[in-house]
Structure formats: structure tokens, C-alpha cells
């Protein structure tokens, strides 16, 4: 499914689901767009100038004013100047979603609090930033969920799960995903191949090979013929059709024709994608804030953009 908790593009990426987040320390949110020099990782902002210089091994979008960075080989957290606000030491890290960051040091994940300290003492095999007010993590192979003080909302019991949204989360048992509410109530039969959370009304499932967008009533709103999707964000989804993506609104209709490679959902009215050998940042008319192609010399590094999920 499009949902993985990791996904690497070569040349460019970028996060979603991002844009409602509150800044922290008062600051005022900023649009800073991650973007790939030969495998280092920097920022534009909204004018398609440098922000922050590309040295990264590897970035989070921002989130609450701090974004996830790599610097060899670990993970810290740095601010909209680019300076960093919590030394790199973590092993893996995510996002601060409602003031607390899943980080993992050595084998276990614990959650912290924007000044480096533990949220809650409990640990786990994995974890995902918190979404509507519930994060999932693993323990003993199986998926469940914990709420903002660190105790299980919902008892691990999935084969996979998704993030929560307007209530509804999806969670896999046996095969087949579904949707659960926050007391844990089947409200979608588990029937679907993969389920992706729900954004803007509409959550993106597989049915067979082909992806379609149901209702929060598990209604269909669009039909399944689309080989890949991500997300509605801005009114808008990135699909993807006879290998090239495109954009369609919440009835289906295309209102961006496929014809970019990779390209993945607006944030701050900007979508990321590539054509060809170059790199691009679009608005919702398809002009083109960003390009660039890439020329690097033979054996530099690809540098990783991690999909927060």
C-alpha cells in the first residue's frame, strides 16, 4: 500500500499531511519544502530560494516548527534556521505531533517531548507519531494503540494499522484491511487488499490490483482503476495511471493529467513530482516554483526522504 512508514525517492520527495500541525515556541509556521542535492538533503521556501543549506543525510517535512534530520547516521531535530534543537543521537526518529515525538535508541521506541525528555516511560518494537490524538505502535508483532499518556487505547492485536483520522483508522487482521473506530468497533469490513488512512472525507483502498476512495460510511466514492494514490490534500490526490500521475478532485475527475513519473500530495499549495530527469515543485495550476536536474558525480549518495506515516 502507498501508506509505508518508509518511502525513499532517489532524486526528491515530500511529506503530507502535515499542514495542520500547530508551530511550537511561538513561532509562526513557516513553508519550507525539503529538496535533494546529490544525496544531502536541504530546504526551499515558498519562493523557490535555499533556506536551509542541503547537508542532510536524510529529512522529516516540518511539523510543529521542528523537522527530523540525519546526520551521520543519527537522528535530531532541527528548526526553521536549520540549527538544531535536539542534538543528533536517536537511532530513528519521527515527528512531533501534539507536543511528543516517537524516537528509537537501540531496539526499543519510547516517545519524547520537544526538550529532548521522556513523554511516558512505556517502550515498544515500533511506533508512529501520534495522529488525532492516538499513535499505533507494536509490541510482540502485532499493532495496537496508545493514547497522548502512553497507555493502550486499543490493545495490540492487528497485522498492520494505519494512523487515526476524523476517528477511523485502518488495521489489517488475516489478509484484509478495514476500519476501526477509536473503541476499537469494526465500521468497514476487513475486505479490502490495503487501506490508507482518511483525509478530507475520502481514505484510498485496493481492491485487487487497482486502488479506489471509499466514504467514512464505507461507501464508494470513486471507483478502483487507478494503479497507485496517495492522499487528498487541498482538494485535491495524486493518481496514478498507465505509469504516470496526475491529480483528481473528491469526484474523480482528473484536473491534472497524468503526465509526471512521481508525484505526491500538496502541502502548503506545493506538490512535489518528477518528469523526466528533473526535479519539481508545482501549485494547483501546474506552474513550476522549483527544477531541477540532477548532475552528480558517479557515486554520490542518494540521500533518503522518509514518508512519515
Partial sequence: MFSLSRRSFVQFALATGLASQLPLHGEEA?????VNNCGRWGFINAKGTMAVASRYEAVFTFASS???VRMKGLWGYIDYSGGFVLPPKYDEARNFHFGISPVRMGREWGFIRPDGEYAFTERFELARSFQDERARVRINGKWGYIGTAGKFTIEPKYDGAGGYSDGLAPVALNGKWGYIDKRGQTVIPFQYTAAGSFSEGLAAVQIEDKWGFLRRDGSVAIRSEWEKTAEFSEGVCP??????????????????????????SFID???????????????????VLWRQTMQCPAGSPTGDYIKPS
Fill in 30 to 34: 513557516q513553508v519550507l519544502l525539503p
Fill in 66 to 68: 521542528l523537522a527530523a
Fill in 239 to 264: 493518481v496514478r495511471k498507465n505509469k504516470l500521475w496526475g491529480c483528481i478532485n473528491p469526484s474523480g475527475s482528473l484536473v491534472l493529467e497524468p503526465s509526471y513519473s512521481e508525484l505526491d
Fill in 269 to 287: 499549495g506545493f506538490a512535489p513530482a518528477k518528469q523526466g530527469d528533473q526535479s519539481l515543485y508545482i501549485d494547483h495550476r501546474n506552474h
